[in-house]
């Protein structure tokens, strides 16, 4: 079984470090923890790295190489050397995609699903359809729920976030370094947010919020500990491919054009300078241009990002069709209160390739399989052992 890490632009850990690794091992599977192009030990994309390929433009191009189309080429160029020698009946492999990894399992079903003896994919189901544009438009409503749920759980905060918001407003919303040498504005701030898409991130918000606002309390400044924890809480500086490619992950024929900046003016609840005394809310998990500015690493790649922003040459990540006629077994799990992949645009998904068997729940976030691996891996594999037509 080969193993597909989120993303995009996001490393494997050691298999030791994966909750579920002794479990699968245990069904009887060997896994295969891959480095996806880019990340990890498979020559790892950096600011340094990436500047070494040549021009801006040269850049630009080179990182349209690191979509799902050209990861599951290079899946199947490992299966194929793998299994060089093992009889036909034994070539084929299974696949486990989480988040971004079943992006990428929906490419490898569309194009080379004679690859494949199984697929199962958590928190995964992405629209083969849907652009960026329409992909933002339903998750700022839920990161809104989002935001309701944690003011509603830590009333308190709505002061404190204000406070927060206040004391970088008035010293020049920028001018505080963060240890990285980043910028803390107030829109960098609020991307603390990506965190209420996972079981605990409510919580961990709060510890953050409390401690800045203590600090401003009782000094008038935040203190290395509160910026430490800002800053290790959002490690895009580490995630260059994340930060440039996750808009283009949804392109097929369009330019993404930073459309989750776009469509945030369509949420006026969202205005970080709106005047009224309603709570100031987080946003979720977007990237927006403005990175490139005030995170240390970003800025050095930011006309690079630009340039991949306003390119509309992204060729198709799925076929249609070929999923129509799927014969690849499919066990996916799907959150109802998913806030970083649509949970509606993920059944349309379903829908659309052929025997695929979905699990459903409202009650995990789209980092189940971490969280709450021993209750979502065992209904996967109920419906991989279900012989219900």
Sequence with gaps: MCYLQGGPGMRCQSPQAYPWT????????????????????????????????????????????????????????????LTADYPDEKKHWSIMGQ????????????????????????GGLASITAGPDEVYRRLYKKVIQRNEAYYNKYPEDVDRVKLIHNYLKRFGDGKIRL??????????????GIMFGAHGGL???????????????SFGHMTRGSLSAIDRAMPFDD????????????????????????????????NVDKEDDSPIYFTGEMIFPWMFEDYSELRKVEDVANRVAADDDWPQLYDE???????VPVYAASYVEDMYVDFDLSMETARKVRGCKVF?????????????????????FALREDVID
């Design 321 to 327: 069709e070929q999923l129509a006629r799927n014969e």
């Design 239 to 270: 995630a260059l491919l994340y930060a440039i490619l996750h808009e283009p992950i949804y392109c097929q024929g369009q330019a993404p054009k930073w459309s989750a900046h776009r469509v945030l003016s369509e949420y006026p609840i969202m």
């Design 179 to 192: 240890p990285s040498e980043g910028t803390l504005t107030r829109r960098r701030f609020r991307m603390l």
């Design 99 to 122: 988040s971004f990894g079943g992006f990428c399992s929906l490419t490898y079903l569309s194009f080379f699903p004679e690859g494949l003896r199984e697929s199962f994919i958590f």
């Design 22 to 81: 002794h479990t699968i091992l245990d069904k009887g599977y060997q896994m295969l923890y891959l480095d996806q192009r880019g990340t990890g030990l498979s020559t790892p994309v950096t600011a340094s790295t990436l500047q070494m390929r040549g021009t801006n433009d040269v850049q630009a191009r080179y990182l349209k190489l690191y979509r799902a189309d050209s990861i599951v080429r290079d899946c199947e160029a490992i299966r194929q050397a």
């Design 203 to 217: 919580d961990a918000v709060h510890d953050i919020v409390l401690r800045a606002s203590y600090d401003i309390e």
């Design 360 to 380: 459903t729940t409202n009650v995990m976030f789209h980092d189940a399989i971490r969280s709450k691996m021993d209750e979502v891996v065992k209904q996967a």
